[in-house]
Structure formats: C-alpha cells, structure tokens
C-alpha cells in the first residue's frame, strides 16, 4: 500500500509563485514515476506534470515555462514549483504514484487527498 501526502497549497495574487511538495509512504517494486494532476471545479482532472523515475519529465502544455517538477533526495519525494500564476490555475492539486507500467495502461494507481490553491486576479 503507498500513501501520499501533499502539503502547500494556499492562496495567492495572479503573477506569484507557490511550491507544493509531496511524499510517500510504501514502496513501489519497479520503475515508477510520480505526477501532479488538478481538477478544477466543473472540469475534469487533469495532468500538470509528471517525473518518471530516470528522471524524464512531461509538462502539460499549459503550464510549460512556468510549473517545475522536480524529486526530492528521499525516493518517493516530488515537488511542483509554481510561478506565474494564473487565475485558470486554481483547481486541487493532487499528487500521484504508480509504476510506470501501469500507469500507461490505466493511469496512476495510488492519489493523495489533494491541497487547494487558488489564485486571485
């Protein structure tokens, strides 16, 4: 069972900059990567970035230049640097887990409760 938890969410002026982190408990037995997804309200979930575990890295293309993902020294540590935030960009953030082979067959398997940023204009 992996379990994660992520922490820095909050609220701030469009143009600024907020960095969440998340870690995990468990363990993976394979190549795995580690994402950020965000749903906003009314709107699907959808994936911000992902890290996969020899360090190849996916950006959503609205995001790119602007959100860094990046792992931590502990495994099962990632980060999501957030700068020239936007009003669109509110949403939950979650973090996410899985191996990498089942994440290209179904999506991530293990999610985190999600932390709440919003930015005002």
């Known amino acids: 069972q992996v379990r994660l938890a992520e922490s820095g969410g909050g609220s701030v002026q469009a143009g600024g900059s907020l960095r969440l982190s998340c870690s995990a408990s468990?363990?993976?037995?394979?190549?795995?990567?580690m994402g950020w997804f965000r749903q906003a309200p009314g709107n699907e979930r959808e994936e911000v970035a992902r890290?996969?575990?020899?360090?190849?890295?996916t950006y959503a293309d609205s995001v790119k230049g602007r959100f860094t993902i990046s792992k931590g020294n502990a495994k099962y540590t990632v980060y999501l640097q957030m700068n020239s935030l936007k009003p669109e960009d509110t949403a939950v953030y979650y973090c996410?887990?899985?191996?990498?082979?089942?994440?290209?067959?179904?999506?991530?398997?293990?999610w985190g409760k999600g932390t709440l940023v919003t930015i005002s204009s």
């Open positions: 996410a887990t899985s191996l990498i082979s089942d994440y290209l067959a179904g999506g991530m398997l293990y």
């Open positions: 468990g363990s993976l037995y394979g190549n795995y990567c």
């Open positions: 890290i996969d575990e020899d360090g190849t890295i």
